[in-house]
C-alpha cells in the first residue's frame, strides 16, 4: 500500500473545504470571473476536475496518458485552456458532479497504490505521495482564487505545510522555466506555521541567505496569488531576495502573476 496517506487526508479536507463554497452558488456566481485572466468560478474547479482526472489516467492507464501528453504538445500553448473552457461550459451541477467522483476516484486509486511507485506526468515522474501534494496545492490555489472572486476570507490551515513544501523545493525550477541559473547555495527558509505553535524550516540553518515570515504569505507568494509587496515575507541576501520576485510553486509558464493591491504591477 501507499505511504501517502496523511497527504491524501489533507487533500480530502482541502477539497471538501472547497466544495462548501461553491456548492450552493447560484448559476450566474459560477460565471463570475476570477483574478486569472479568462477564468470563472466555472473553469476553476473544470481545471481542477481536469487534472484529477488526468492524475487518475496517469496512475491507472500509463499509455492512456502517454497519449493525453501528446495532445498537450500539439497545442503546448492553449491546452491547458482549452481544457477549462470544455469543463465551464458544463451546466454547474454536472461539472460539480465530475468533480467530486473524479477527485474521489483519485483518492482511491492513490491510497491502493504500491508503496514506491513512480507515475508518469507532465513533467519528471511522481510518487503517490507527491502527486497528492501536487494535487493540493493546485486545489488551495485555485481555491483562493475563487476565495477571492467571491469575498471569502478563508481560515488558514496547517495543510499548508504540503504547498510550502513544494514552494521551497521548486526554488531551482522557479529560475529555470525563466532561464536563469540558480543559485549553488541553499538557502535558510522559517516559516511561522498558521497555528502559530511551529516553525517550519527547510535548508541549513547556517545558510548565510534567509527567507522569513508567516507560512500563509509564503504560499501566497509561491503560488503567486498575491504580490510579494503586500506579503509579510522577507528575505536576507542578494539571491534570496531574487528567488521571492520569481518563486514559483507550480509547473509551466509563471504567468503575469497579480499586480500590489496599491497599483499596477
Known sequence: ????????????????????LVADLGEERWGLATPAPGWTV?????????????????VT???GFATEVEKALVSPGTWVDDAAREGAALPPARLLAEWRSGRAALDRALRAAPARSRFPWYGPPMSAASMATARLMET?????????TLGVVRTPT???????????????????VRELSAPREEFRVELVAPSGDDLWTYGPEDAPQRVTGPALDFCL????????????VRAEG???DRWLDIAQAFAGPPGAGRPPKGGAA
Open 1 to 20: 500500500m501507499s505511504d501517502a496517506s496523511p497527504v491524501l487526508d489533507d487533500l480530502g479536507r482541502e477539497s471538501e473545504e472547497l466544495d462548501r
Open 42 to 58: 466555472a473553469h476553476q474547479i473544470a481545471h481542477l476536475a481536469w487534472t484529477d482526472r488526468a492524475a487518475l489516467l496517469s
Open 61 to 63: 492507464d500509463a499509455e
Open 140 to 148: 488551495w490555489a485555485h481555491g483562493q482564487d475563487i476565495a477571492d
Open 158 to 176: 496547517d495543510r499548508l505545510r504540503h504547498v510550502a513544501r513544494i514552494g521551497v523545493r521548486a526554488r531551482d525550477y522557479a529560475y529555470a
Open 221 to 232: 507568494l509561491v503560488t503567486r496569488r498575491a504580490h510579494r509587496a503586500d506579503l509579510a
Open 238 to 240: 542578494p539571491d534570496a
